[in-house]
């Protein structure tokens, strides 16, 4: 093996890996909440819990339209202790929907993606 693939391949596997993630949720990721009333708002919590070594905080989150609306601590959540993240939907349009939620973890440079979808009925 050369030097420059040696170096390459020990380079790898130092580096922090993108992947790597700092919580473990605890339910699906993405939720079907079937027949929603319109002009009434739904709920979903998302739980999860801290697996990494040091606390945890969000630090945003994003949502695909203005319909979701996230809510969540600004406490730091200490390794292996759970937390979740609430979800307001709506139901202003009417038919099918799907919307998705992103989360940014301190630490973490890939959002974690979660998701809802129903339908909003009469």
């Known amino acids: 093996m050369s030097f420059v693939a040696l ?12 992947t790597d993630t700092k919580v473990e949720w605890l339910g699906p990721l993405n939720v079907e909440l079937g027949e929603v009333h319109h002009q009434k708002p739904t709920f979903v919590r998302f739980p999860f819990r801290n697996v990494s070594p040091s606390p945890l905080t969000i630090d945003n989150i994003r949502t695909s339209c203005g319909c979701t609306v996230p809510d969540w601590s600004d406490a730091a959540v200490a390794p292996g202790d759970t937390s979740s993240i609430l979800i307001e939907y709506d139901a202003e349009k009417m038919g099918y929907f799907k919307q998705w939620i992103r989360v940014f973890f301190h630490g973490q440079r890939k959002g974690e993606h979660l998701w809802i979808e129903g339908e909003v009925v009469d």
């Open 7 to 18: 170096l390459s391949s020990l380079l790898l596997l130092l580096a922090p890996s993108q």
